[in-house]
């Protein structure tokens, strides 16, 4: 069986993005991997931070495996600025044009998967462009009914019932037919892309103690309780919904193939602080494969060489197993 072929998005120009597809072209990968970004920016950057790493501009994905040291390129180039740390909505449509390409690349076949690095959403939508994530971007340019959220850090996975919401919003987002289309996709993807055969979800409540049976929340009772036990009628293993508070401890999370929590942050706090740094962002629901950093573009890093690559390095292994995982389920 062929190596994966794996995208990787330079993401902001201005940020640890082009610092950290540099960095990990010195690792060993058990992929084919390729950048879609600007070789004159990445060999601006390489000398900046004295990265020996040669730049190959190239039309298409390489074949072969990545060899530590040369970068393959597939230019998309800029019209703006190239100083780490300066944004410019200039580069706006670059940005976009990189995940474009990588959408593009993805639903023909040429890519098995696409790894994204960080992109300012801010400067994306001070140029004109209405931009609210990779997810939904990708959801958009691929036909994703509804993407799911989730970030995995060495065992621990958790999945997002909703995303960027003020929490006033959450509780009426937390319909019967959203959670269970979340539910749905999540188990059809832990068995489809992770090859885990009817995976084990832990499903937390939205409100304290799950709602304390009611005094502290209907929505329990009326919403989350129904959509669990019909789903368990079909087949899936679901125990909840548990109090957020006790979800996360050793005990609950013994067996369990991935948490589900209803909101930003009842469940990431938690993953980022188990993992952070090496967590990778995963998003379900798409016909493509598409993981990322648990991080920003950390404009104050860029250039100076104090950017970590671990959480790059982890995404590129998860696409990469994801990849395998998806081909065998096919085959």
Partial sequence: MSLPRLALTAGEPAGIGPDLCLMVAAEPLAAS????????????????LGLEVRIEPVESAPAGPHRPGVLPVLPVPMAGAREPGRLD???????????????????????????????HKGVINEAGHPFSGHTEF????????????????DTL????????????????????????????TLAHDLEARFGI??????????????????????????????VLERLRGQGL??????????????????????VLAMYHDQGLPV????????????????????????????LDLAGTGRAEPGSLLEALEQARRMAGASRRAVV
């Fill in 157 to 184: 996975r958790v999945a997002l019932v909703t995303t960027h919401l003020p929490l006033r919003a959450v509780a009426d987002a937390i319909t019967p037919e959203r959670l269970e289309r979340v539910i749905t």
């Fill in 138 to 153: 990708f959801a958009e340019r691929t036909g994703g009914q509804l993407p799911v959220m989730m970030l995995a850090a």
């Fill in 33 to 48: 991997l390729v950048v879609l970004g600007d070789p004159q920016l990445l060999r601006a950057r390489a000398a900046l």
């Fill in 89 to 119: 909505t200039r580069n706006a449509d670059h940005v976009l044009a990189l995940l474009e390409r990588a959408a593009r690349g993805c639903l023909s076949g040429e890519f098995d998967a696409v790894v994204t690095a960080p992109v």
């Fill in 271 to 298: 993953l980022k602080h188990a993992g952070f740094g090496r967590a990778v962002n995963i998003t379900l629901g798409l016909p493509i494969i598409r993981t990322s950093v648990d991080h920003g573009t950390a």
């Fill in 237 to 258: 293993d679901l125990d909840g919904p548990l109090p957020a508070d006790t979800a996360f401890t050793p005990r609950h999370l013994q067996g369990a193939d991935a």
């Fill in 197 to 226: 055969r009817r995976p084990c979800i832990r499903v937390c409540g939205l409100n304290p103690h799950a709602g304390e049976g009611g005094h502290l929340g209907r929505e329990e009772i009326e919403v989350i309780e129904p």
